[in-house]
């Protein structure tokens, strides 16, 4: 641990605060994941049926009141945990926390921005929360394997991704020049565009070659796309195949609130206090 972070030690009812909402071996602890979960569910549910204007129309008031219910529901919870653990901060910067704090903004924003509905999907991210609750060892274990093969295929994706922009500006600018205005293409980031849907194989159709040339091209890109398609997966799986599944404890850092420690771990690896 750093000589200049200071040691927090909770105190009997913060640890036991602790214990209840960030672990899942206890009765209560098990019990507070089912109910949050539950209520991410409903939540999530209350947005969907806000946004089919005949059920706002007839339970909109319901679906008001439900929504800043779940609001303040989240919003206890969030500042619940900032309180049971050592280092609030900490917490307050990782991905959950992130997480849990954008998750309670859209409903607040809203007395701001009225009719604020492009947050509304900001709301979704609490069912990221899923991953968390289910804090079993295969899952943290798997998670854990699948984050250090994505995070070892990055530079290899990025150069993939390169190429492939390399490709859609030179197929886009060739059929600006083969098809022209008078088919559809009418300038060169139009053309990339259709490149794109065409090498996805997504195929909008609303613009296609009309030249024997240009369907010639066209083909071509069809054809490599369904190669092209497979090479992330490829990239990802081959760094899978060579990452090793360690087992993983499902103990939250009293301190920070890092998960995925090493069982026989007896220090938080992020901010160095004692499991």
């Known amino acids: 641990m750093d000589k200049g972070k200071k040691k927090?030690?909770?105190?009997?009812?913060?640890?036991?605060?602790?214990?209840?909402?960030?672990?899942?071996?206890?009765?209560?602890?098990?019990?507070?994941?089912?109910?949050?979960?539950?209520?991410?569910?409903?939540?999530?549910?209350?947005?969907?049926?806000?946004?089919?204007?005949?059920?706002?129309?007839?339970?909109?008031?319901?679906?008001?009141?439900?929504?800043?219910?779940?609001?303040?529901?989240?919003?206890?919870?969030?500042?619940?945990?900032?309180?049971?653990?050592?280092?609030?901060?900490?917490?307050?910067?990782?991905?959950y926390g992130i997480v849990d704090l954008v998750s309670i903004l859209p409903t607040f924003l809203s007395l701001v921005f009225p009719g604020s509905q492009y947050f509304i999907t900001i709301r979704l991210l609490r069912m990221l929360r899923v991953f968390r609750v289910l804090k079993f060892v295969q899952y943290l274990g798997e998670a854990n394997q699948l984050a250090e093969a994505m995070k070892a295929s990055r530079k290899k994706i990025l150069v993939f991704l390169l190429a492939v922009l390399i490709i859609v500006v030179i197929v886009g600018s060739l059929m600006y020049v083969i098809e022209g205005e008078e088919n559809g293409f009418k300038n060169i980031p139009q053309s990339i565009y259709w490149a794109i849907v065409t090498l996805t194989t997504v195929g909008y159709g609303d613009i296609s070659p009309q030249t024997p040339i240009g369907q010639i091209l066209a083909s071509m890109i069809m054809i490599v796309g369904y190669g092209i398609i497979a090479v992330p997966t490829g990239i990802v799986t081959a760094e899978f195949t060579k990452s090793k599944n360690e087992k993983i404890s499902t103990q939250a850092c009293p301190s920070c609130a890092s998960e995925g420690h090493d069982h026989d771990a007896k220090h938080c690896k992020h901010c160095g206090e004692e499991l």
């Open 8 to 95: 927090h030690i909770l105190s009997p009812h913060r640890l036991k605060l602790h214990e209840i909402i960030f672990e899942a071996d206890t009765p209560f602890g098990k019990l507070f994941d089912v109910v949050l979960l539950i209520s991410i569910i409903a939540s999530v549910g209350v947005v969907m049926l806000e946004s089919v204007a005949s059920i706002k129309a007839e339970y909109g008031n319901i679906l008001f009141i439900a929504e800043w219910s779940f609001t303040i529901l989240f919003s206890l919870e969030y500042l619940l945990r900032l309180y049971s653990i050592g280092h609030p901060t900490l917490y307050a910067r990782s991905f």
